[in-house]
């Protein structure tokens, strides 16, 4: 009996002895891995911070100024872009707003989009740039969806 306890001793002694051989070698391969973690961490966080810096420096107001001044052309506002509320259109579908200062004024109600004709050739024009002219093709886009809309009533499923 000592003879075959002995042996099963020596077996999980064994066992033991080489799972612990084991383990060791996993807690340093784990360690190395948490240095390259680290390492990998701080490289992040200094890329974050340099980002941080070159947001600051190309949001700065005088450079969004300038940038918008040559890129956008756009221009300070003057006395003559400046009208009073009365001298802009009215949207057709709707009359002028109700208000204190505004005239009542009786707008018959247009008929719905469905039972209004549909024009022969579409007249709605895109705004674009001075100087500039709009595609051909996307003229006809929004022709082609307006005539749609016109068809079924209903307005274009807009993408999310």
Known sequence: ????????????????????????????RLEEELIELNRALSQER??????????????RPDYLQD??????????ATAKDIVA????????????????QAPAVAVPALPPMAAAPAPAAPSMQ?????GAEAPAAFD??????????????????RAQ
């Open 1 to 28: 009996m000592s003879r075959g306890l002995s042996i099963i001793a020596l077996l999980l002694l064994a066992v033991v002895s080489f799972g612990l051989y084991q383990l060791s070698y996993e807690v340093q």
């Open 46 to 59: 200094e890329t974050i911070g340099v980002l941080q810096a070159e947001w600051s420096y190309l949001s």
């Open 67 to 76: 940038k918008a001044q040559r890129l956008l052309e756009m221009r300070p």
């Open 85 to 100: 509320i009365e001298a802009l259109p009215w949207r057709q579908d709707r009359g002028p707003a109700a208000g204190p």
């Open 126 to 130: 895109v705004a674009v740039k001075p």
């Open 140 to 157: 006809a886009e929004v022709a082609a969806v307006l005539g749609a809309m016109q068809r079924t009533g209903k307005e274009p499923r």
